[in-house]
């Protein structure tokens, strides 16, 4: 169950007696890390809205952000990493299902799924071969796992991340991001309250799927976790479909006085939470919970977590119109119980009392820990380190094998198993651009979001890591034309009880927290899951930003791609000077030189957020065409991603220094290569200047189909666009 002596000794002192069975699981799972946030609650303090949260009425299913035009956006992140490293398909679906549940319960209909996968290594040479082979398996089912759901709920995937490390090895992080719009004035709340209102059960019947799946999540990962199979939930995207569009009609009626997913720990989350929220109780009968085995004990109801299943408080009076159109939706909907005034959730099972207990013991009293926090002798190190012993390598070759690695090169064979376009409200998707955006019906603005993290370079330094995950997913959706707005995070971590896991996990939030509250994106949801670990050790810190954006007009989103006949200009800020020259924690040192060390380059947040404010009016205006963040891999990657997309040639010339692959490969933030007519310039530079950035025209896109890049007055590359393609395109074609 995952609870320790002193946690069964705080139970018994609440209860004044010792706890049932099903009343320990409950507690169990409640008091997981997963529900409970033990040793998370404390760092989490500094995202300002989790803070007023803890303080007020508390989180929501999702959280939401205004767009204008009497509408809101709602998003969150979760992970389902666990799962899907024993039951790589079905975890990964119903990681999706899961968080798609979280925002219709908002009242807000999914509009656009994302995720970001991370796994071990896949190509021969870099692990034994059956750690590879392992590896493949897990990425090719979790990515059909998400298709499968995804495509069939009818809910577009729009974005996707992929990373690969050594260290996720057995221990994959799958996390889901999903976004829903709905009427301002009309957000669904999951506070139970009413005395006497029925409660009422929806969706599929109860199994025994996914029993302790909260504690289960809540633990590593060892030699029984194929025995644990039976914790992984099994999705059903049909049902769920039904589920959305009966839940939208249902909460239209405005009978539905509260609404919540049973999600993680089930009926036990679901009851315990909405009553804590509302401060009332609850009285559940489970003889009438719909089951699909004979004889599951009150144990195994309370805290099975069976999918597609949601739990609602209605108005007494209106009952029956509300379980009439889930019905007509063929959705089970039964009534299961009552609120109560005496603030007690009492569990009855075949005419017995199998749980009696307060739901703040299980929402508010949950132990919180703190280990100390212990620097790193690598990250000592990593401030020191030396490039000047790193060699040259011909720039060329490193460009193409940078093109052509798993981190950096296209994932076309992921995004293309995905339907990105249901709902037909997708206007930039996977591979067309820095973030992805919708176009809501009812509205002529825009909506745009993008999942991003760098778990190396917050390895390297957990703070600037964090603060870049969130300057680099800001300036991805200011790269499509959107203003950024608000952030949900998805925080995978190692063991919390170890010094080293516990102080990266600190002051990478605290790098977050700093950076959103200073790009004005506060952290309105987000998810937390530690105890990722395998033989190798912990994987990387792995914090994930979900970042959403508003376009003042949908149609005037740009691109990434260039087309021929324009200028092409670098938008940037002054950095202090590096002595690492932007190689440190880069994508270059890893990949070529196969040396992970060095620090990564702080930015200036408040340039970074008047470099966001500048692009989004240069997109309204018209004045650029296209605009691609310079990030993995340096300008290289950046110019050659713009032509491969645009399909055409590039010449460019760029500054230089004391190396050639500092200016080609080196990762300085703040960096953004635009693509304007030539007639737009002046606007453009004194837009810059009067935000207190740079402009600078580096060349031009034309028919040549070459990518020529000088590096002062040396030609440094010259590769047509076949060439780069040809290795952009294959980084992940094994699985063709």
């Known amino acids: 169950m995952g609870l320790n002596d002193e946690e069964f000794s705080r139970i018994c002192g609440l209860l004044q007696r010792q706890p049932t069975l099903t009343e320990l699981g409950m507690f169990a799972v409640m008091w997981s890390e997963h529900c409970g946030y033990k040793y998370s609650r404390p760092v989490l303090a500094h995202f300002k809205r989790y803070k007023e949260s803890l303080e007020g009425a508390g989180f929501e299913n999702a959280g939401w952000v205004d767009i204008g035009d009497g509408l809101a956006a709602t998003m969150k992140i979760e992970s389902h990493n666990h799962p899907s490293a024993v039951e790589p398909y079905q975890g990964a679906a119903t990681g999706v299902g899961g968080i798609i549940r979280d925002i219709f319960t908002m009242g807000a209909r999914p509009i656009a799924s994302l995720n970001s996968l991370w796994f071990g290594p896949i190509r021969e040479g870099e692990a034994d071969s059956s750690v590879i082979q392992r590896n493949r398996y897990l990425f090719e089912h979790v990515v059909a796992g998400i298709a499968g759901y995804g495509?069939?709920?009818?809910?577009?995937?729009?974005?996707?991340?992929?990373?690969?490390?050594?260290?996720?090895?057995?221990?994959?992080?799958?996390?889901?991001?999903a976004v829903g719009i709905v009427e301002s004035d009309a957000i669904a709340t999951a506070a139970a309250g009413g005395n006497g209102n029925p409660v009422v059960y929806l969706g599929s019947a109860t199994g025994k799927d996914g029993?302790?799946?909260?504690?289960?999540?809540?633990?590593?990962?060892?030699e029984d976790s194929n025995a644990k199979r039976p914790n992984v939930q099994i999705g059903d995207p049909f049902a769920e479909k039904l589920l959305i569009e009966s839940t939208l009609e249902a909460v239209k009626t405005g009978a539905v006085v509260g609404i919540q997913d049973m999600g993680a720990a089930g009926l036990t989350c679901s009851t315990v939470e909405m009553?804590?929220?509302?401060?009332?109780?609850?009285?559940?009968?489970?003889?009438?919970?719909?089951?699909?085995?004979?004889?599951?004990?009150?144990?195994?109801?309370?805290?099975?977590?069976?999918?597609?299943?949601?739990?609602?408080v209605v108005e007494e009076r209106r009952a029956g119109e509300v379980i009439e159109i889930f019905e007509?939706?063929?959705?089970?909907?039964?009534?299961?119980?009552?609120?109560?005034?005496?603030?007690?959730?009492?569990?009855?099972?075949?005419?017995?009392?199998?749980?009696?207990?307060?739901?703040?013991?299980?929402?508010?009293?949950?132990?919180?820990?703190?280990?100390?926090?212990?620097?790193?002798?690598?990250?000592?190190?990593?401030?020191?380190?030396?490039?000047?012993?790193?060699?040259?390598?011909?720039?060329?070759?490193?460009?193409?094998?940078?093109?052509?690695?798993?981190?950096?090169?296209?994932?076309?064979?992921?995004?293309?198993?995905?339907d990105q376009h249901v709902q037909t409200q997708t206007t930039l998707s996977s591979g067309e651009g820095d973030a992805a955006v919708l176009a809501p019906r009812g509205t002529s603005k825009g909506i745009a979001f993008n999942i991003d993290g760098n778990s190396r370079q917050v390895y390297l330094d957990p703070y600037v890591g964090g603060m870049l995950a969130v300057a680099e997913a800001a300036r991805n959706v200011a790269c499509v034309g959107a203003v950024p707005r608000?952030?949900?995070?998805?925080?995978?971590?190692?063991?919390?009880?170890?010094?080293?896991?516990?102080?990266?996990?600190?002051?990478?939030?605290?790098?977050?927290?700093?950076?959103?509250?200073?790009m004005e994106t506060p952290v309105i949801s987000g998810n937390v899951s530690f105890y990722n670990e395998s033989d190798l050790g912990e994987v990387l810190p792995t914090p994930l930003i979900g970042m959403l954006g508003i376009l003042e007009h949908a149609d005037r989103r740009i691109g990434m791609g260039i087309s021929s006949g324009?200028?092409?200009?670098?938008?940037?800020?002054?950095?202090?000077?590096?002595?690492?020259?932007?190689?440190?924690?880069?994508?270059?040192?890893?990949?070529?030189?196969?040396?992970?060390?060095?620090?990564p380059i702080r930015p200036d947040l408040s340039k970074e957020r008047a470099l966001c404010e500048l692009l989004a009016e240069l997109a309204e205006e018209g004045l650029i065409t296209c605009a691609h963040d310079c990030s993995e891999g340096g300008a290289a990657v950046a110019l050659a991603e713009m032509a491969i997309v645009g399909g055409a040639g590039i010449s460019a010339g760029i500054r230089g220094g004391e190396r050639i692959d500092s200016a080609l490969f080196g990762e300085t933030p703040g960096r953004v290569y635009v693509g304007f007519p030539e007639s737009q310039a002046v606007d453009i530079e004194q837009l810059a200047i009067q935000n207190g950035?740079?402009?600078?025209?580096?060349?031009?896109?034309?028919?040549?189909?070459?990518?020529?890049?000088?590096?002062?007055?040396?030609?440094?590359?010259?590769?047509?666009?076949e060439q780069l393609t040809n290795a952009y395109e294959t980084a992940l074609s094994y699985g063709d």
């Open 151 to 177: 495509n069939c709920v009818g809910v577009p995937t729009v974005g996707c991340q992929i990373g690969f490390h050594r260290r996720y090895s057995a221990n994959p992080l799958v996390n889901a991001m």
């Open 211 to 222: 029993i302790h799946g909260a504690t289960f999540a809540s633990d590593a990962l060892g």
């Open 275 to 312: 009553c804590s929220k509302g401060g009332v109780g609850m009285d559940i009968d489970l003889d009438l919970v719909p089951t699909r085995e004979q004889g599951m004990s009150a144990y195994e109801m309370m805290l099975s977590e069976s999918q597609e299943r949601m739990l609602a």
């Open 328 to 418: 007509r939706w063929g959705v089970h909907a039964v009534v299961i119980g009552k609120v109560t005034e005496d603030s007690m959730v009492t569990i009855r099972r075949g005419g017995q009392i199998e749980a009696s207990l307060n739901p703040t013991w299980l929402t508010d009293e949950c132990p919180t820990y703190r280990t100390e926090a212990v620097e790193p002798e690598y990250y000592r190190r990593a401030k020191q380190f030396d490039v000047s012993a790193l060699k040259e390598v011909e720039p060329e070759e490193a460009l193409l094998q940078l093109l052509n690695s798993p981190n950096i090169g296209s994932k076309r064979w992921v995004y293309e198993q995905y």
């Open 486 to 518: 608000a952030v949900t995070d998805g925080l995978n971590f190692g063991n919390p009880r170890l010094p080293q896991v516990y102080w990266q996990f600190a002051q990478a939030v605290r790098g977050i927290a700093d950076a959103a509250e200073a």
């Open 566 to 599: 324009h200028k092409i200009g670098l938008i940037s800020y002054e950095t202090p000077p590096d002595g690492q020259q932007g190689l440190g924690a880069s994508e270059y040192l890893a990949e070529i030189h196969r040396v992970e060390d060095g620090s």
């Open 693 to 721: 950035l740079i402009f600078q025209p580096i060349g031009d896109s034309n028919d040549s189909n070459l990518l020529r890049i000088s590096v002062g007055d040396r030609m440094c590359i010259s590769l047509s666009l």
